[in-house]
């Protein structure tokens, strides 16, 4: 898909200047750095929300409940952004929530990535009967709504941590099998794959050793490009009151929570909304920016 | 063609018989819904005799048959906590979904073509530039904080429209946008990307050279084709639909299929689940049955290649 087009940028290519000094080099990869930022500060505030955290992110204090964040008139520096209906510290249930989204997304990840890789290269490597099967399943998975799949699992076995991920990852594996089975289809024909078979390697090691090392890059462009996704639909399914439940501060859960006194108290739903929506930013150019990188054969997805 | 035709139906009533059987077995993995209508003074009779009434005495196979029997009857069973039947309270509800959606599909479907296709002639362009932003930021906040927001703004502060619920003209504009947000990021950059791919090809040089009107190759020439490829995301669109009918009907308080299926869902009311996942399941593989053969017809080499 990618075709060099001749502009009056490439027609004149001149030697790049020796070493440009640094802080161009970080301007002009503005959209890989800032995202990094975020997302590095987002697992440091996860990893360390017991100690950042300025109050208990449960504790219920009836006497301060509904605090303006401390910019407004009637706002305190004891709560930064304000407090909840139940005198809860918003700024410390964000960061408590932090931990909430993490780890949803990365067993999200970890599960489907792992089913999905080896759907693929087992469909794409082994063809036949067993190809076609796991992409009708695949084909199956990717036609039905998520939600809905999430809310029926919600009723199934309750709310709670492994039902969310239960809900994102019965679907969630199938693009990374699509996509993996099209690089497997690639790589299945290519020289060096032949040769390992001509030595004699069994099926499964020339799939480990030979074909997998070969999509780790468009593995991990895929895995980046979902952590977005993945943050976007557990706040969702926080927001519906299916994700995990209350009192563990998720984001979702919170901007829900400031649905009903909305016209008195805008900083319970606004600002949980817009950590999510700086992550999700954060996450979605931080997956451009690698596909570009790595594999700009992706540049459709 | 029609061989192919045949396939995709076959495959569609496989896949349904799939989602009939995962309901079955995980609605009855649920537990027994009995504990949710009995009192702690209910008497063993009383209990078996709801069991009776509710057909949970019988075998399993012997309740598959009464499931999937009820289902082609177009029965889905009582609600446990409104005690009516499922597909009544599914034919109140529905109409209203609809009501929200179909607009939201259209404008959501106009815009995704207007701004798409103006980013793609105007390629890297400021207009190109807004049409990307659109999409980031549609991408990357949440529909439901965007909804609150704009419900802060318009109704609670500019007092422009009510907060929620159905009736008036004006109780339309915040569900319907939401809708449109949900949808339009996704169809934009389908849009957007198709058109480039066709602004490429060999034809469109050819009309450029026959001295066309740049109007008329965009509008008649590329935008045909390019038209063709998001068709096929049908199944992306539908599940964004619902999503979004789900997370607007909550916030806004509307009566239809969403709201009716998040509070059957808190409140357990399986029957309910049970009758709308059916039937949103069969909703989507029809959709994608009539988009796959609208699409054989459009495109030559699905419908001539062996499957």
């Given at each position: 898909m990618m075709r060099v087009q001749i502009t009056k940028r490439t027609a004149n290519v001149r030697p790049r200047k020796k070493s440009r000094p640094r802080h161009i080099h970080v301007l002009k990869n503005l959209t890989f750095y800032l995202p990094l930022l975020v997302l590095t500060l987002l697992v440091f505030t996860a990893v360390f929300a017991d100690v950042l955290a300025p109050h208990d992110p449960v504790a219920v204090s009836m006497q301060e409940r509904l605090l303006p964040p401390a910019f407004m008139e009637g706002g305190t520096k004891k709560y930064l952004?304000?407090?909840?209906?139940?005198g809860r510290d918003i700024l410390s249930r964000m960061i408590y929530g932090s931990r909430i989204s993490l780890s949803v997304s990365l067993a999200v990840i970890a599960i489907t990535a792992s089913v999905g890789t080896v759907m693929g290269i087992v469909a794409g490597y082994l063809g036949g009967a067993t190809e076609a099967l796991l992409m009708r399943i695949t084909d199956i998975s990717m036609a039905f709504p998520p939600m809905l799949l999430a809310l029926l699992l919600a009723v199934v076995f309750g709310p709670g941590f492994w039902t969310v991920v239960l809900a994102l990852s019965i679907l969630g594996w199938a693009p990374y099998a699509r996509l993996i089975r099209g690089?497997?289809?690639?790589?299945?024909?290519?020289?060096?794959?032949?040769?390992?078979?001509?030595?004699?390697?069994?099926?499964?090691?020339?799939?480990?050793?030979?074909?997998?090392?070969?999509?780790?890059?468009?593995?991990?462009?895929?895995?980046?490009?979902?952590?977005?996704?993945?943050?976007l639909a557990e706040a969702a399914l926080s927001f519906l009151g299916v994700g995990v439940p209350p009192p563990a501060p998720s984001w979702g859960y919170m901007v829900n929570e400031g649905r009903s006194v909305i016209d008195r108290a805008w900083w319970i739903s606004a600002f949980p909304g817009i950590v999510i929506g700086l992550v999700v930013l954060s996450g979605n150019f931080l997956g451009d920016w690698l596909r570009d990188k790595l594999d700009p054969r992706l540049r459709q997805l | 063609m029609s061989r192919y035709i045949v396939i995709r139906i076959l495959q569609a009533f496989l896949a349904l018989i799939g989602i009939t059987v995962l309901v079955f077995i995980l609605v009855r993995a649920s537990g027994d819904p009995t504990h949710l209508i009995i009192t702690p003074t209910s008497t063993p009779e009383e209990i078996a005799n709801l069991k009776k009434q509710l057909g949970l005495d019988k075998s399993y196979p012997e309740q598959f048959v009464v499931f999937v029997s009820g289902l082609v009857r177009g029965e889905f069973g009582d609600s446990i906590i409104k005690r009516k039947p499922a597909a009544e309270m599914i034919k109140e509800a529905l109409p209203n979904t609809i009501k929200l959606g179909l607009p939201a599909f259209f404008i959501a479907m106009a815009l995704a073509l207007g701004l798409g296709v103006l980013a793609a002639a105007r390629r890297d362009s400021i207009y190109d530039a807004g049409v990307k932003l659109i999409a980031v930021l549609g991408q990357a906040l949440p529909g439901f904080w965007v909804a609150i927001m704009a419900m802060l703004l318009f109704s609670v502060r500019l007092r422009l429209l009510p907060v929620a619920g159905a009736g008036t003209l004006k109780h339309y504009v915040l569900p319907v946008g939401t809708m449109v947000f949900f949808l339009l990021p996704g169809m934009m950059r389908l849009v957007r990307s198709s058109m480039l791919d066709v602004l490429d090809a060999e034809y469109i040089r050819l009309a450029r050279i026959k001295g066309l009107s740049e109007a008329k190759i965009i509008w008649k020439h590329a935008l045909r084709n390019a038209l063709i490829g998001p068709l096929t995301t049908a199944g992306m669109i539908f599940a964004s639909l619902i999503t979004g009918a789900v997370i607007t009907e909550i916030i806004f308080n509307w009566p239809g299929m969403g709201r009716l299926l998040v509070e059957a869902v808190t409140a357990r009311d399986f029957p309910v689940v049970q009758a709308i996942t059916m039937l949103v399941a069969a909703m989507d593989l029809g959709m994608n049955i009539v988009v796959d053969i609208a699409y054989a017809f459009v495109d030559p080499q699905i419908r001539h290649q062996k499957s």
């Open positions: 952004l304000g407090t909840d209906q139940l690089e497997t289809l690639k790589l299945r024909y290519t020289d060096f794959v032949a040769q390992a078979r001509i030595n004699g390697a069994s099926s499964l090691r020339i799939m480990v050793k030979h074909i997998f090392p070969n999509i780790v890059n468009s593995l991990i462009v895929v895995i980046t490009m979902a952590v977005g996704m993945l943050i | -």
